[in-house]
């Protein structure tokens, strides 16, 4: 028999459970039995394949091209070898093949841990006690609680149903939200409405249902082994440096042709001819730097980890970093949702909620107690902060205070209100509480020393007045109101039950501002980060906040739902453009117009969430933000970033994070494009000028594939420093490559290493003899010499430029010199490798160098220097500028 068709008996009974759910240690043991309720990915394509797809890309072609010209002339021109230079070629192609996939699968690991950081847990009840449990450890027989806005886990039959509404739409694709109910009914499990799917999520209402399949065993897993998983695709900037590197490949082999031509028509000898042309295109190849911005870019996400912020895919990593508006829910994110009642306002006074005493038949404290869902059990508040700061109160004003509960209409945030309706000894009482514009026209009387009154306005105004004042304490202030009718006891008419009320009073309650907030609103200040604060709270408590956490100095412009509701675009723009703006007594469903409005401005928006009903805002934004703690599982799947501690501050160093990774990947682009300058220059000295060839090609990719690889990736490293927040949001339109950038390392770099290798070449082939117009036999020991002091020459000076690219505008002295420690391991790998190609017979075979007296190298260091003192010089003068 299917469980969807047994009674709930007959389901407890079948998967050995009961209304008490397992043991703990029975679920110990079905969690060995049946693993972890995870859905394994159908791996993607295999590893092998994958990695062969490293030699057929569009560089790789390119090279195999060039390798495949080299042997066809070492066949057709024996002698000159180039067998040598098509094997060199291929080593490229291997060595960046290994590289890019070892940096792919090492982004990959990075990013598959924090998924794993996913904090998806599920209430469940064992041994008769309600617990939570992360997802993954959920097994069959296991009784699950779902409520709003719950991420279901894993395959369940409804035993209880209270109005429980899902979205079937991932399972099944009909995106109407269905309802569900916990009869027995025959048929496909599909279509039974007493089932609950993994991967659907709870709409609205609250249910307990029976787990049975769970993991692969599920209707989704089942799918998924199906379908094979989607690839993740690239992120803008990836696709950039990709189109980037197409684009300098191709440039480079045009330049590598166009003075394969020239030198045709001036009548140099075809073969060195040829090798130039190939030299050339090889050196400007930008072989490694797609895999390296891809793990830059997962490491970034990696510290942001760390710091508590959790991005799901890699794009959002970069998107980070051009945010220009945060639009931020107040409670919870820049308050600590701590709440405790500070002041009462009653029979026309205000007092302090603390040690307050109240009448055993008070309304206000009784509607504090019974007009709420938070429990009091094992000693502890459990439930909404609201909720429970409101029990709290009651229970020390009154004591417990037991009364059935007849009807509720549960709060929401469109509403602002909840109201239930009790027994209280043999009365039935109509309870209401919310926000005061929400309780206050449902009220006809009010209530003073015991006394009903008919509703005056100058007590209306009182009231008003009481409400404003609480307000400016950066109080959350709720109103209470009730009715004794017994008439309405059973069955209530929702609809009447919510009228002629009697206003009972008013309770303020503190929620202090999280500490770290006001410094992370000044950063968000000088890195010209709009914030605006959207929240469902009254108007003038949203002020007193914002006051108090630095968000506003002067008096902001308020926007109110209702007011809100009533504006066009038009006017909307013209309001979000002003300086000091936010946005009080709103419902989440609205956020998604302000968010629309704010892009449509040009503005790169992020924006907080925690409900069901910020889901769309949430996908909406360029970068979706939930809360790890208090946010519901439907706004953690539609965001892009989860804030594992709710906290705003941790927005901000998110978007720290996101600048200093874009820095970052400009740092090492610099760095490597600064070295194809002095891998050039020496070809065009020797096509233009007639003088030997400075450099091999050998050594050309010994520089771009051996020593420059280890510094780049430490730049990758660079801690954010202050002035990366000190910018304003980086343009939408900003390109990596920009002039700037480009003219730094072409224009500004490059000459001065170019200088720095070819007086390196010059400076031993003149001490040795040599004069202008004389050839070289290429194993000559002078000529070998030169080529290796050319080399050397350009990793001293990079040693020099690796400090100059960890910052395009402050002195590397300012950073701290000895700061980033991986650029000292870059160094001393990149020092030793050049050690073994420049003393070690190996070294000398493969790249055609001889060993350097030490004196070679004290000649060629302060070109180190120079080229650092040149660019402190160039910071300086940009500085004073
Ligand atoms: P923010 O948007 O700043 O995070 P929030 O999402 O907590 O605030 P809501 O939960 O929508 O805001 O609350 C809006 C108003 O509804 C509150 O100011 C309060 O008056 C009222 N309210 C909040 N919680 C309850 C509740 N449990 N019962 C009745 N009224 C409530």
């Known amino acids: 028999m299917k469980i969807n068709s047994l009674s709930r008996e007959e389901a407890l009974r079948a998967l050995v459970s009961s209304e008490n759910g397992l043991s703990e240690k029975e679920a110990a043991r079905r969690l060995s039995e049946s693993g972890f309720n995870e859905i394994r990915e159908a791996h993607r394509t295999p590893l092998a394949i994958r990695f062969l797809k490293q030699f057929t890309h569009f560089l790789a072609l390119l090279l195999w091209v060039g390798a495949g010209l080299a042997f066809l002339s070492d066949y057709l ?23 890019t996939y070892i940096q792919e699968y090492r982004a990959e690991k990075a990013l598959e841990a924090l998924k794993r950081l996913l904090p998806f847990s599920v209430r469940i009840v064992r041994e008769g006690k309600e617990r939570k449990v992360p997802s993954r450890e959920v097994v069959p027989g296991d009784v699950m609680l ?41 048929g496909e499990l599909l279509d039974s409405p007493n089932i609950v799917f993994a991967g659907t999520s709870v709409i609205s209402g609250s249910g307990k249902a029976l787990v049975f399949a769970t993991g692969m065993g599920t209707e989704f897993g089942r799918i998924a082994h199906l379908t094979s998983a989607v690839e993740q695709d690239l992120s803008p900037l990836q696709k950039e440096i990709a189109k980037a590197t197409r684009l300098v490949a191709t440039i480079a082999a045009l330049v590598g042709i166009f003075f394969f031509s020239l030198g045709f028509v001036i009548g140099r000898d075809f073969w060195g001819n040829f090798i130039f042309a190939v030299g050339i295109t090889v050196a400007l190849i930008p072989e490694g730097m797609l895999p390296t911005v891809t793990l830059s870019l997962a490491m970034a996400s990696q510290r942001m980890a760390k710091r508590k912020a959790l991005i799901k895919n890699l794009s959002s990593a970069e998107t980070l970093g051009c945010v220009s508006v945060i639009c931020t829910d107040k409670t919870g994110t820049l308050t600590q949702n701590r709440m405790t009642a500070e002041k009462i306002w009653r029979d026309g006074s205000i007092l302090d909620a603390q040690g307050f005493m109240a009448p055993a038949d008070d309304p206000l404290m009784q509607a504090a107690l019974l007009c709420n869902n938070a429990r009091f ?102 109103a209470f109101a009730y009715r004794k009718n017994p008439s309405d006891l059973l069955p209530p008419d929702p609809s009447s039950l919510e009228e002629d009320l009697v206003l009972a009073g008013l309770v303020g309650l503190e929620d202090p501002p999280r500490p770290e907030v ?141 600048r200093a990774v874009y820095e970052n990947i400009r740092k090492f682009i610099t760095y490597i494009f600064a070295s194809n300058i002095p891998e050039a220059v020496p070809y065009l000295a020797y096509i233009l000028f007639r003088i030997p060839l400075p450099l ?81 036999a290429p194993d000559h020991v002078l000529y070998l010499q030169a080529t290796t002091a050319c080399l050397t020459a350009i990793i001293i000076v990079q040693i020099g430029n690796v400090f100059a690219c960890r910052s395009a505008k402050e002195s590397v002295f300012r950073l701290g010199f000895f700061s980033n420690r991986f650029i000292f391991i870059g160094i001393g790998f990149e020092l030793c490798l050049q050690l073994f190609i420049v003393y070690s017979p190996y070294g000398n075979r493969v790249f055609s160098t001889y060993p350097l007296s030490p004196a070679m190298w004290l000649v060629l260091l302060p070109f180190a220097f120079l080229l650092l003192f040149s660019e402190e010089a160039r910071k300086y003068l940009l500085l004073r500028r």
């Open 377 to 478: 059990a094992d000693n502890e508040y459990r439930g909404d902060p609201t909720e429970t700061a409101l029990l709290r109160l009651g229970r020390e004003s009154l004591g417990d205070l037991s009364a059935e509960r007849m009807f509720e209409i549960p709060f929401d945030s469109d509403r602002k209100r909840m109201t239930t309706v009790n027994r209280v000894g043999d009365a039935g009482i109509v309870f209401s509480k919310g926000a005061m514009e929400s309780i206050l026209p449902l009220c006809s009387r009010f209530l003073v020393n015991g006394v009903e009154y008919g509703m005056e306005e100058t007590f209306r105004e009182r009231a008003l007045d009481a409400y404003g004042s609480l307000m400016d304490h950066g109080l959350r202030v709720l």
């Open 77 to 99: 021109h024996p002698g000159e070898d180039m067998g040598t230079l098509g094997f060199a070629i291929i080593g490229v192609i291997v060595i960046n093949a290994v590289f």
């Open 696 to 776: 091999t090609i050998m050594q050309i990719l010994a520089v771009d594939l051996g020593t420059d690889m280890l510094p780049a990736l430490a730049l990758g490293t660079e801690k954010p420093t202050p002035a990366v927040m000190r910018q304003p949001p980086r343009s939408r339109n900003e390109r990596l490559l920009n002039f700037s950038l480009l003219s730094r390392a072409y224009l500004f770099l490059g000459p001065i290493e170019a200088f720095a290798c070819m007086s390196g070449f010059f400076y031993v082939m003149i001490n040795g003899g040599w004069t202008w117009g004389m050839e070289a």
């Open 146 to 186: 779902l409520s709003e806005g719950d991420r279901i886990p894993a395959d369940a039959r409804l035993i209880e149903g209270a109005m429980l509404k899902v979205n079937n739409a991932p399972l099944t694709g009909e995106s109407e939200a269905s309802l569900r109910n916990a009869l027995p009914a025959p």
């Open 518 to 658: 006001p410094e992370a609103i000044g950063k968000c200040h000088e890195a010209g980060i709009k914030v605006i604060m959207i929240t469902g709270d009254g108007s003038r408590t949203a002020v007193a906040i914002a006051r108090e956490i630095g968000l506003v100095k002067g008096d902001p412009l308020v926007i109110e739902g209702p007011e809100f509701l009533e504006m066009d675009d038009r006017e909307l723009r013209e309001k979000l453009s002003v300086g000091e703006i936010l946005f009080a007594r709103m419902a989440p469903k609205h956020k998604m117009r302000v968010v629309s409005i704010l892009q449509e401005e040009g503005e790169w928006v992020a924006v907080t969430g925690d409900g069901v009903n910020d889901a769309p805002a949430l996908k909406k934004a360029d970068i979706g933000i939930s809360m790890g703690i208090s946010g519901t599982d439907v706004a953690k799947e539609a965001s892009d970033m989860i804030l594992l501690d709710d906290n705003f501050a941790t927005i901000v160093n998110a978007v720290e994070e996101g």
